[in-house]
């Protein structure tokens, strides 16, 4: 319990860096509106030419941030991200940096970025309320799994951090471009790989479970299949295969971690700036669920269709009057299959 002395102190330092940071946000505006046109650059022009997602940039850009604002600890998207050819740590520091000066002062961030409880989250908070999510329900089950596959990985980092210490076998699902990009810009950083299987898939373009087995994946052992920020991308077939092929990968005690977005959530990303992104790089948003009305009963069917159960599920942004906006969950397979 914070006591009343301590509680004056912690208030009036908020105050101080609010005193600090508006006049330095307005004096330091241009060089903030400098660096995010650079990382804009970075994330939507340069991407678009040399093929890569702007969307995996997007998240890895969010979680350089949330490392250096305290939120989540992450040194090794920090440090992959200095090493990527499109995005710009350095345009990210401008922009934010008086952001960061209000976060010294009063110990923590007091505008952005920001983790409010999950029925509050909005979709400002996405990354910072959902990776913390993903890292809780992974903890909660990684004992009881022998494998870990990250189905369309993109630019995540959980392979190089604590799960690398772990003795688990490791495999990163992606399509060849993503992937390589990925593989040179980790030989940059430094950061060491080959306890990663790097599997070359295009989850839309047909079965993919061959190229898997013939890389190691032992479907007799027990696996925790992570599948985050991919679902809204791929259609209702795509969604319907993979999990049959999962269903067909995933021996007695596997889990899978999914994130399943709102339909009113793909309807604000297909208006607007954010479509006119998303065009830039041919990422359009197509699978959601009517979270509207009943979310959680909403999961459960979703689930019982494909041969999964709920075993826990959080849901972002449940207090709005249209219901949340995503749900992280972890579903588990039932042993009649989809």
């Given at each position: 319990m914070v006591s009343g002395a301590l509680f004056r102190y912690l208030w009036r330092m908020i105050v101080i860096a609010w005193l600090i940071y508006v006049p330095l946000q307005l004096g330091w505006l241009p060089l903030s509106i400098l660096g995010a046109v650079w990382v804009g650059y970075k994330q939507i022009v340069v991407?678009?030419?040399?093929?890569?997602?702007?969307?995996?940039?997007?998240?890895?850009?969010?979680?350089?941030?949330?490392?250096?604002?305290?939120?989540?600890?992450?040194?090794?998207?920090?440090?992959?991200a200095r090493h990527l050819p499109n995005t710009s740590t350095a345009g990210l520091a401008l922009c934010?940096?008086?952001?960061?000066?209000?976060?010294?002062?009063?110990?923590?961030?007091?505008?952005?970025?920001?983790?409010?409880?999950?029925e509050a989250a909005g979709l400002a908070n996405l990354v910072f309320s959902r990776s913390p999510r993903f890292d809780q329900l992974i903890e909660a089950h990684r004992a009881r799994v022998e494998q870990v596959m990250i189905l369309g990985a993109g630019l995540d980092t959980r392979a190089y951090g604590p799960l690398a210490a772990t003795g688990l076998s490791l495999f990163e699902l992606d399509q060849p471009t993503e992937q390589r990009a990925k593989r040179a810009a980790l030989s940059r950083a430094g950061i060491?790989?080959?306890?990663?299987?790097?599997?070359?898939?295009?989850?839309?373009?047909?079965?993919?479970?061959?190229?898997?087995?013939?890389?190691?994946?032992d479907p007799a052992r027990p696996t925790l299949f992570l599948w985050e920020g991919v679902t809204l991308y791929l259609s209702d077939a795509d969604i319907a295969?993979?999990?049959?092929?999962?269903?067909?990968?995933?021996?007695?005690?596997?889990?899978l971690l999914l994130d399943l977005y709102a339909t009113?959530?793909?309807a604000l990303a297909r208006k607007g700036a954010m479509a006119a992104v998303l065009e830039q790089t041919g990422e359009g948003v197509?699978?959601?669920?009517?979270?509207?009305?009943?979310?959680?009963?909403?999961l459960d069917r979703f689930a019982a269709a494909h041969g999964?159960?709920?075993?826990?599920?959080?849901?972002?942004?449940?207090?709005?009057?249209?219901g949340p906006f995503a749900v992280i969950a972890a579903l588990l397979f039932e042993p009649s299959g989809p």
């Open positions: 991407s678009r030419r040399l093929g890569l997602s702007q969307t995996a940039i997007e998240i890895i850009n969010g979680r350089w941030t949330g490392d250096v604002f305290g939120l989540r600890p992450d040194p090794w998207s920090r440090r992959l934010l940096f008086p952001l960061l000066v209000a976060r010294w002062i009063a110990g923590r961030p007091i505008l952005y970025p920001l983790r409010p409880a999950d060491s790989s080959d306890h990663v299987c790097f599997v070359e898939v295009d989850f839309a373009a047909g079965d993919w479970s061959g190229a898997l087995l013939h890389s190691g994946f295969r993979t999990l049959k092929t999962l269903h067909l990968l995933s021996a007695p005690g596997s889990v009113r959530f793909l197509a699978f959601g669920l009517d979270l509207s009305s009943d979310a959680p009963a909403c999964l159960r709920v075993d826990a599920a959080y849901f972002l942004g449940s207090a709005h009057r249209q």
